[in-house]
């Protein structure tokens, strides 16, 4: 398969675009900077884009079977994720491109309690603005005619190994038995991969954890 991963510099993007490597597709990286991924220029095409240009993002994708969205904004600038999603939607379309996946945030899944996770005392006061740019986003997705699917990941995502075991959820947050919430981001590239590979959530949103 033919896959645009925009936002592939970052450190998410970065894993799931080496996952898709593994898996065999051919992988476009759609990026800022294309500096950032230098040492990846042999094993994948490199492109330069912006994320809130509707026409670069189509000019980026275009003759793609898929586009993963691993975006995100910069401190400080959330309500950029707004504009992206609103430009990623037109220009994944005006390429002619069907299915689109987004890394999402794990801030609007519900908790035990009833509440959102950015809802909670415990939730990272920093985060809130973030995680409410992620919520409002993915109404925006919610909205497109696109095949999309949207994973929002624990509510601790960091690097880690690749074991390929988790568990599945649909809204709300995964915990383990001692109420902790953990993916690392190479298995949480892994899931992304696997909707790709074996779709089950197109129109929704999935969430991952161990």
Known sequence: MNIAVVGAAGMIGKR?????LRRGH????VVRNPDKLSEYKEKMNIVR???VDPSSIAEAVKGH???????GPKFGEEEELLEAARALIEGVRRGGVRR???????????????????DTPEFPE?????????ADAYGIYQESDLEWSYLSPAA?????????????GID???TDESGSSRISVEDYAVAMLDELDDPQFIGTRFTVAY
């Open 26 to 29: 051919q992988v476009t990286a």
């Open 65 to 71: 079977d898929a586009v993963i969205s691993a975006y």
């Open 172 to 174: 709300r947050l995964v």
């Open 16 to 20: 799931i675009a080496e996952e898709a």
């Open 49 to 51: 884009a912006n994320a």
């Open 156 to 168: 601790i995502i960091e690097p880690g190994r690749r074991s390929g075991q988790f568990r599945i």
């Open 126 to 134: 920093e985060l809130r603005t973030l995680a409410k740019a992620h």
């Open 100 to 118: 689109l996946l987004i890394v999402g945030g794990a801030g609007s899944l519900i908790t035990d309690s009833g509440d959102a996770l950015m």
